[in-house]
């Protein structure tokens, strides 16, 4: 296996809820838990966090936590987990696991499935799926993927698919964190953004359609985001233990 870098990408604004990753869960900001949950992934070499606000490197450096600053600019995430990647010299191969600075509440298992396919040199991409019911399904903010037998994604969308003509279908939701090696990680910001990614809103459709696969680990275990304040209360109330529906 080579080397296994996890970069958490922070913006300060945020729409929805603007300085989300120093919000305060158990006496600690977000993104200190979401560093803290994937250090304990026993396949992870380095854990950094990637941010554009001076307010979250300093509170981050203040926590002896690794940080880097990055451009204002990026379009996206994925953009600023790979000049967090250049910043730290990672090799070709490295993989790099882009985790979303929301999940606090993230299972590290979650993170031994993605990085497990590894194993095989062969694979260049990974993310994460799980069963979802029709109703979830039926949502368009929820992502939809058709998976081949071997594991290999064909298809994420936001429509229902895929579409059971006699029978309900099984429906996989997918889970936003991605494995990729560097020189795909590379390459990915390269291509600029594909037809399909445009109009689905989707940016790993940009891989599928530069015909590179995207392998999908089913996992047992749910993501639990934090979009908006109003989410606080549910995702705290998990970390203790706790039940909400």
């Known amino acids: 296996m080579p080397e296994v870098i996890a970069i958490i990408p922070a913006r300060y604004e ?18 200190w838990h979401v560093m803290q949950r994937a250090s ?18 300093s509170a981050a450096r203040e926590l002896g936590m690794t940080a880097l600053m990055t451009s204002q600019d990026h379009a996206s995430g994925t953009d600023r987990v790979l000049e967090a990647a250049r910043l730290l010299d990672a090799a070709p191969d490295s993989v790099i696991v882009n985790v979303q600075g929301d999940e606090p509440a993230l299972n590290p298992e979650m993170l031994t499935e993605l990085i497990r396919p590894f194993d095989d040199p062969l694979v260049q991409v990974t993310t994460l799926g799980h069963i979802i019911s029709p109703e979830e ?7 939809k993927i058709v998976r081949a037998a071997d594991g290999r994604a064909l298809y994420f969308s936001r429509a229902q698919v895929p579409f059971g003509r006699d029978n309900t279908p099984e429906y996989i939701g997918h889970i936003g964190i991605y494995g990729l090696r560097m020189h ?62």
């Open 184 to 245: 795909i990680l590379e390459k990915f910001s390269a291509l600029g953004e594909s037809h399909l990614e445009k109009l689905e809103k989707l940016e790993q459709l940009r891989l599928l359609e530069a015909g590179i696969p995207i392998h999908v680990s089913l996992t047992r275990h749910k993501s639990h985001g934090v979009d908006r304040p109003e989410d606080l209360p549910t995702v705290i109330a998990l970390m203790r233990g706790e039940h909400h529906t």
């Open 14 to 31: 945020s729409s929805r809820f603007p300085g989300k990753p120093l919000a305060i869960i158990h006496g600690k900001p977000m993104f």
């Open 137 to 143: 399904a039926a949502s368009a903010d929820r992502v």
């Open 40 to 57: 304990l992934c026993p396949q992870i070499d380095t854990v950094a966090l990637a941010t554009d606000d001076e307010r979250i490197f």
